[in-house]
């Protein structure tokens, strides 16, 4: 019936309009008309409560306010009334309504529900609110859970061990021990790491970085350093805790980690990474104060290399490690044991190679490499992101560049020209300083390109220098008289060869140099 009425409605409505008679109704409003008034559309009757008082407003509706035209679900000019009814007929508005009265089955007081538009929104509304509630919450857990993954290690270990690892007389030595012998070579459990950072004691800074300081701290009557970031650069933090304690990294010759911890003093949270204390520094501060003998020069260039070939390695089985390229090698970011062996340090920019799935592992962090380190391959941006190799051969170049400032400062022996200063033969001439000791010369320390570029210069000017004019650190003819100085010098340029896959391997590196050191040996 419902059709045939609205069916009805729609004739009677199109024959108005192809007839071009107009559509009387009444109008409560027009007092000037008779209270009649004429349409295109419809008729229209509503009722509501004014005042405690049932009122009823009639009036007319134009062909252009209907939706849709012919059969309205709603009529506009009556927004904001609780009951309407459209007509098609003159004066069939005259019929009396009653006041809609709001029920779960609909706003009609004559028992009409509510329309399809309606239900759809009612029910649709709440379940679609429920189902975003419900999305953020699933996506607020798994970011928690990663977060806790990342602060705490992958690996969780019962408290109730403690007192294995700290028992009252465990030094800091101990705690090496255990971490090199245990088999999983990737740091201490995390309550041991916290127990440990927590009761360290602080004693003085002994650097400062863009990430923040360094401190010599004790534990139990051992020496530590304590890396301190500041809160802007946890992600450094985050990766730098996560690269040290992979599976199989530990080694002579890279920095030993000891623990990681975030502290919370009630203002601020400080993010520390607790490491092994080398109170010779950097090579930088060691090449800085002292020059080295050509034994010396061979233990720390074997050593970095050792360090760096260990890094790039990849070992397979279940308690294997990827393969990880350090992206930001540099005489800073290696420190000189007592021994007078290197240790690579500063895994905060290191990138991990997983074979299996061909993947690379790149933290999400803005940080780039030392500009004057860069490889020319980052220089002009056509580097392989996509293949781990890429990395691993930047970093060979990077490591040519730390063998030029360890073999400025090796005393050669021999008898210092006469004139005080050596004039150096390459693409462009400089005069450098000889440093006379009774030992032999050695020259004063500089950085890799410094008479080439400003102490900070950009990228742009590196790229102009190692890209451009493919210009290398100076390497002297004199050293073509010492063995030793000569094979540094072929293991350089072997280094900075601009295409980054003729460069030698780390592998390759350390195997040259101990056979370099052996011969050293069978001369004294």
């Not at 602080?202 to 020496?223: M, Y």
């Not at 397979?316 to 930001?328: N, S, V």
Request: with cysteine; hydrophobic share 40%; proline share 3%.
């Amino acid at each position: 019936m419902a059709v045939r009425r609205s069916a009805l409605a729609l004739v009677a409505l199109l024959g108005l309009v192809v007839a071009g008679d107009a559509l009387h109704c009444n109008c409560t409003n027009c007092e000037k008309t008779g209270y009649e008034c004429e349409t295109d559309g419809a008729c229209m009757a509503s009722t509501y409560y004014s005042q405690g008082k049932e009122q009823h407003v009639r009036i007319c509706i134009s062909r252009d306010n209907l939706v849709p035209p012919g059969q309205p679900f709603y009529c506009l000019s009556a927004e904001g009334l609780l009951n309407t009814h459209c007509c098609y007929s003159d004066y069939c508005n005259s019929i009396d309504l009653k006041v809609a009265v709001p029920t779960m089955a609909g706003w009609s007081g004559s028992g009409s529900s509510w329309g399809p538009v309606e239900l759809v929104a009612v029910i649709a509304g709440p379940v679609f609110l429920l189902c975003v509630l419900l999305m953020v919450g699933v996506f607020l857990f798994q970011y928690q859970q990663r977060a806790y993954s990342h602060r705490q290690r992958l690996e969780m270990e019962d408290p109730s061990c403690e007192h294995l690892y700290l028992a009252k007389d465990k030094t800091l030595q101990d705690l090496i021990y255990d971490m090199s012998t245990s088999g999983s070579g990737s740091g201490l459990p995390l309550f041991v790491q916290r127990t440990v950072a927590r009761t360290i004691v602080l004693q003085e800074i002994i650097g400062k970085g863009r990430f923040g300081e360094v401190w010599r701290g004790k534990w139990r009557g051992g020496d530590v350093a304590v890396k301190i970031f500041s809160s802007r650069e946890e992600r450094s933090w985050f990766r730098e805790a996560e690269i040290y304690q992979t599976i199989m990294l530990r080694h002579e010759n890279i920095l030993g980690f000891i623990a990681a911890d975030n502290k919370d003093n009630g203002t601020w949270t400080q993010l520390w990474l607790v490491s092994d204390y080398h109170e010779y520094g950097s090579l930088f501060d060691y090449l800085n104060r002292y020059s080295v003998t050509i034994e010396g020069m061979i233990k720390l260039a074997l050593s970095a290399a050792s360090g760096l070939a260990h890094l790039h390695m990849e070992i397979l089985g279940t308690q294997g490690k990827p393969g990880i390229a350090h992206r930001d090698l540099k005489s800073k970011n290696i420190l000189v044991k007592k021994n007078g062996m290197c240790a690579i340090a500063d895994l905060g920019l290191a990138v991990r190679h997983e074979s299996i799935t061909d993947t690379i592992d790149i933290a999400p962090n803005q940080r780039v490499g030392t500009k004057r380190y860069m490889a020319p391959e980052v220089l002009d941006e056509t580097i392989n992101m996509k293949h781990f190799d890429s990395f691993k051969c930047a970093d060979i170049y990077a490591l040519g560049l730390v063998y030029w400032e360890i073999a400025r400062r090796c005393n050669a022996g021999g008898e210092p020209p006469s004139n005080g200063f050596i004039l150096l033969t390459s693409s462009v001439k400089h005069t450098h300083s000889i440093v006379l000791c009774s030992t032999g010369i050695h020259e004063e320390y500089q950085l890799p390109y410094y008479d080439l570029v400003p102490s900070d210069p950009s990228i742009e000017e590196m790229r102009k220098v190692v890209c451009d004019q493919k210009l290398r650190p100076n390497v002297p003819n004199w050293w073509q008289s010492y063995e030793s100085l000569r094979v540094m010098g072929k293991i350089m340029r072997e280094c900075w060869y601009a295409n980054g896959a003729a460069r030698l391997t780390a592998l390759r590196i350390k195997k040259t140099l101990s056979q370099l050191s052996v011969e050293e040996d069978v001369k004294m």
